[in-house]
């Protein structure tokens, strides 16, 4: 019963040639389906049914025991790495506090574990306070292929 995330590449519809499909049966489209690691795999499925779900070219789906669903949008928040404000016990607020190499740092291990956890980023959303965008689409060197 493995659950798994994809994004729907293409969805196009099978081919019957000039033959009338039999009653009741179902018109099947081919699923292109794309895993966060990059693996493929086309799934047969009934147009009706993406249809109801709306799934469409785009969407993100959970694949479970070969049935699909949308899949739910999850949103993470994360906070800038250490300010030398923060190590002075001042409050920042909105002054521009530039980050410590500790901060630096914590923004580079952030970035590795963006990488190496399979999460595909969407968009990521940020404060025009220089801390806080401390290099978001490229932490720990890695370019994010996401809208910042």
């Known amino acids: 019963m493995e659950e798994k995330n994809y994004r729907v590449l293409r969805i196009e519809e099978q081919l019957y040639g000039c033959e009338e499909l039999p009653e009741g049966q179902p018109v099947l489209?081919?699923?292109?389906l794309e895993a966060a690691d990059g693996t493929q795999r086309v799934l047969p499925y009934p147009d009706a049914e993406l249809t109801r779900l709306d799934i469409n070219?785009?969407?993100t789906v959970t694949l479970r025991d070969h049935r699909l669903t949308k899949a739910a949008h999850k949103v993470y928040f994360t906070r800038h790495g250490e300010t030398v404000w923060n190590v002075e016990n001042k409050i920042c607020g909105m002054t521009d506090s530039p980050l410590t190499e500790k901060g630096r740092a914590q923004a580079r291990e952030l970035g590795e574990k963006l990488r190496t956890s399979g999460l595909r980023i969407d968009?990521?959303?940020?404060?025009?306070c220089p801390r806080r965008r401390h290099r978001p689409g490229h932490?720990?060197?890695?370019r994010h292929s996401c809208p910042v």
């Open 57 to 59: 070219e785009g969407s």
């Open 139 to 142: 932490c720990g060197g890695h």
């Open 123 to 128: 968009e990521i959303l940020y404060s025009p």
């Open 29 to 32: 489209c081919d699923v292109l």
